[in-house]
């Protein structure tokens, strides 16, 4: 008679794998099983991803690896460590790119400034940014008819396409006005225009993408925010009536001077996007093997994904209330904003790609965000769920169901 039967040779074999994955387990966030590593976890968890994120990554202090399936090549290092994200987008800034994956899956994007590295990205930037500059941009929303934009790259391009040739038209009539695209084919850089349709239609689709689901993310977080905090929108409302001068019919001058002035409603902003950044999370790659400062080694290729989201929710920079949505917290003792370095407030990211948008967004948040609170009461109904969707961009989920009231003050 054998001394062990099968049986207990499979008991004894399932026994030492139990005891080999414990162990394994033992100091890891999410649980690692045998073929597919710590895919379950995150699948089971997908509807609500940047929360179980944040809070693993709060249980391993900042940064984590994550294995993906056997042979998969999915290892990935997530981190919300503020000194990890100063490392990767400024310190060494020319060693981490936007990777393979995301050129692939943002192939829409053309050659733009979003998808492009190098050289490409910073002819792009060095373009845009004296373009920003200009006062005229501040009417580049006025690009194009974007009703119909992204139902698929064909349709997408006929209507930039058709866009440009207008553009042109127009200016070869003599009839420019200053939108973007008429003042980016103005732009000549060392004596000569090098701008063709292609680089049109490419920053196009590149700044509509940029800003537009942006702001209404921006605007959607922010009103449920107000209209959840009473006491938010009763002192942004004394502030308006206080600061803006009024003009004929009791309007209020919605300039961006006046706009300037209003602290208070600058830092439920900035707290709106502290808690609810509308890009939840950026993706980078090192051209070469690297050590992020919280000792994390990346070889070259590996995937980093940086939460922003947890970034605005780390206890140790913005404090144990850091989930409260409190605007007092970005006010000084003197009544200024209180800065805080791009790495730590990334809403906008931080480093030579931080966004561009940011200032022209704050002033179009503003003028939003005046004309509806003066002139609406902004009821939200009860018991509709607001979540955080899964994408790119942080939509609330289900949308944001309201009742308006019109209001007179
Ligand atoms: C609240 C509104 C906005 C937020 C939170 C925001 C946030 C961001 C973030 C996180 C990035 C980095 C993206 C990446 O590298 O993958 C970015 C880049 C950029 N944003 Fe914004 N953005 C906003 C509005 C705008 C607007 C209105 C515009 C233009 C009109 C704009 C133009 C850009 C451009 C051109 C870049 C690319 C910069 C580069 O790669 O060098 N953004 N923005």
Redesign the pocket.
Known sequence: MALFGVVEILLAIILFTAIHYWKLNRNTPITKWPVVGMLPGLFYNTSNIHDYLNSKLKQCGGTFTFEGPWLANMNIVFTCDPMNVQHITSTKFENYG?GND?REIFEVLGDG??RSDSDI?KY??TL?HSI?RQESFQK??RVGEEKTFIENQKIVDEMLYSEIKSKRDIKNQNQQKPDLLSTLMNEVRDGENRIDDKFLRDTAI??LA???D??S??LTWFFWLVATHPFVEAKILEEIKEKLASKEDNKKDLGVEGLSKLVYLHGALLEA?RLY???PF??KSPLEHDVLPSGHKVKENTMIVYS?YSVGRVEEIWGEDCLEFKPERWISKRGGTIHVPSYKF????AG???????D???I??KMVAVAMLLNYHVHVVEDHPIIPSVSVVLYVKDGLKVNIKKRSI
């Open positions: 936007k995301f400034i979003f990205w792009n930037r845009l920003f580049w929303l590149n700044l940029a800003g537009r942006t702001i993310s921006s996007l950044p509308p890009v950026e993706h922003l990334i809403a906008f990211n030579p790609r931080s966004c561009l948008g940011k022209i967004s704050f179009q948040l």
